[in-house]
């Protein structure tokens, strides 16, 4: 009778032992099925993404957002095999992060995107020049100054400052807006002046130069982001 209990608890010990080693295979397999797909995804959505990376940043997204809807899942596999497999271990440790560097492209473009429309408005704004409205540096009549400099400048200062400003980039937008407003100020004092028959002579090359390097400076951090963004996704690394 003891012999037999034994042989009995020595089959069970043996099914046992099979039955986990079919489940660390199962887990196995699901690991390298995983893994291909995986490999499939990145390089599908690198080949999209490096097809469009010219585009907007708007544009880019909808083909980001597309082109990412469907990962690939890991299938599940018995808890016992999960534990016991090491690739199952690397394939979660995979599906945890899969997203991440999408994700983190699909949130800079979508800074880019803001960020953009403000330099091309802190750029046009920038673009201004009083003597494309005065017609020339020695004035003798305040006229073209009042109906024509300052309402100019002025509108382009309020224009501006219906742009969205990106997150940080209050004191960008605060130096573009200055650089404006000491225009407008100089220009309402020199008209003054030449009604009151007084000579009085201002520059704003300064201010501007300054304002047009901070942009300059700025967008060359954005452009940077994305490019390091979508060099991970094209590279596909993580």
């Not at 034994?6 to 699901?30: C, I, N, P, Y």
């Not at 004035?139 to 219906?162: E, K, M, N, Q, Y």
């Not at 002046?193 to 090359?205: G, Q």
């Amino acid at each position: 009778m003891t012999v037999a209990v034994a042989a009995v608890v020595g089959a069970l010990v043996v099914v046992q032992e099979q039955r986990q080693t079919d489940q660390v295979s199962a887990a196995d397999a699901a690991a390298q099925a995983y893994a291909a797909d995986v490999s499939a995804f990145r390089g599908e959505v690198a080949r999209q993404i490096r097809g469009t990376r010219t585009a907007e940043p708007a544009a880019l997204r909808r083909v980001l957002t597309k082109a990412v809807a469907d990962p690939p899942r890991l299938a599940a596999a018995p808890t016992t095999g999960a534990r016991g497999s090491a690739s199952y271990a690397a394939a979660q440790e995979t599906a945890a992060g899969l997203l991440r560097p999408y994700r983190r492209l699909d949130r800079v473009l979508a800074r880019a995107a803001v960020a953009r429309t403000f330099i091309e408005e802190a750029r046009a704004v920038l673009a201004l020049r009083a003597s494309d409205y005065v017609g020339s540096t020695t004035l003798s009549d305040s006229g073209p100054v009042r109906s024509r400099l300052i309402p100019a400048f002025a509108a382009a200062r309020d224009r501006f400052a219906t742009v969205r400003v990106p997150r940080g980039q209050d004191r960008l937008a605060a130096t573009i807006r200055d650089a404006v407003q000491h225009v407008i100020d100089r220009a309402t004092t020199l008209a003054a002046s030449i009604e009151a028959n007084r000579s009085f002579s201002f520059t704003y090359s300064e201010q501007f130069q300054a304002a047009a390097e901070a942009v300059d400076g700025y967008a060359a951090v954005v452009e940077g982001d994305v490019t390091e963004a979508i060099d991970a996704v094209v590279a596909g690394t993580p």
